[in-house]
């Protein structure tokens, strides 16, 4: 019973995530749901592309959180547009409250747009956005056993950037461990490692999103659920 | 609708939980729920109390994960009997998966029983399994903004643990500030500090907990839904 009512919101979830992403798909956004645990560093690594990019792509963030308004504040702080998604209790956005951060946000000339999940490295795995890609964020310091113990969230992932890499002097992280067992879940995902706050590693991801905008298609690839 | 269905599901569990209370309680078994973010130290920090405890009293454990058996493994290493809850996809336990695993498991002489909690800071909040105390773990890698930005599991916990405090020299985490908001959020909460592997701040841990296993009373608090 409450597999097939699971199965029901799923369902209808993913036929709004569908909307929004021919929606963005027609404004020529690409959208990036980046995904990871509380304090794995989601903000600051969103924060860092920004400053790479700086005025040369235009970018906007939605920002899901519980409660609070902290990380928008950090974003607009930048000088980039963010709307911030409360979702009062919920562990995960869904695809109808970004329908809604949508109807908000003015995309005329936005080229990339991120949504920051709430952070949870489970939850926000089942739930399609409507992004064309997402990317999985996780610190050193939550340790090397992540992805075997939350293999859901790293499968359904284009992209898996290691953060807070500067932590790794003080720290037992084995990357070669959680590299085999991401590459094992998700052979076709790119892997990063990044050191946000002092902008390491972070132009390689920055190409990578590039990448994905200036084709002008408005076909881009899309995370959706595998 | 949905907030029906969940106040349902809630409800069910509560009344499962209450019976698992009684039970351990009967059985003279302290029974404490540890939740956190992954990677936030929960299973370090449980082994760490462990070992201070040594022989001098009987333990056990459950442990919560998606998938795998790595938490119950180093457990087990210490001597100490452990059970392995994969909750295959949920992104917490409830009350009806531990009334299974108390059917597994030889409470015989056991005075504190850990369940260690699938890494999420947001749904074990809700989710009641019948423990006599609940203890938060937050790291400071994670940031001293997670009490705003996950209110709920703050609110329903005896005590909060604010662990990997050796890296703070590394890390900007200012301790004044989340305690601000611990306080504010929940008053009668005990808070600590711990660098669980080199087992600083675990004495004050133990001690604490000690306080809620020795007075051989049938009716510890409870933690509950505040």
Chains 1, 2 share one sequence.
């Not at 899901?64 to 911030?84: H, K, N, S």
């Not at 009062?88 to 869904?94: I, K, M, P, S």
Request: charged share 20%; hydrophobic share 45%.
């Amino acid at each position: 019973m409450r597999i097939v009512a699971a199965k029901k919101i799923l369902k209808a979830n993913d036929q709004v995530a569908a909307k929004n992403r021919d929606l963005l798909s027609g404004a020529g956004v690409c959208c990036v749901n980046v995904l990871g645990s509380p304090g794995s560093g989601k903000t600051t690594f969103i924060e860092a592309l920004l400053k790479h990019f700086g005025g040369r792509i235009r970018a906007a963030v939605i920002e899901g959180d519980i409660a609070g308004t902290i990380d928008a504040e950090r974003i607009e702080a930048l000088g980039v547009p963010a709307l911030q998604i409360n979702t009062e209790g919920a562990c995960h956005l869904d695809a109808p409250m970004v329908a809604a951060a949508l109807r908000e946000l003015d995309l005329n000339g936005v080229q990339l747009l991120f949504i920051e999940n709430v952070g949870n490295l489970v939850c926000p795995a089942s739930f399609d956005l409507g992004e064309h890609l997402r990317i999985v964020v996780l610190s050193v310091s939550e340790g090397d056993d992540k992805a075997v113990k939350y293999p859901a969230v790293f499968q359904s992932a284009q992209a898996v950037c290691i953060t807070k890499t500067d932590l790794s002097p003080y720290i037992d992280f084995n990357l070669s461990r959680i590299m085999a067992d991401v590459r094992r879940l998700n052979p076709g995902a790119s892997c990063f490692q990044v050191a946000a706050l002092r902008g390491e590693g972070v132009p390689a991801v920055a190409e990578w999103l590039a990448e994905h905008l200036h084709t002008g298609r408005s076909d881009f690839g899309h995370s959706g659920q595998k």
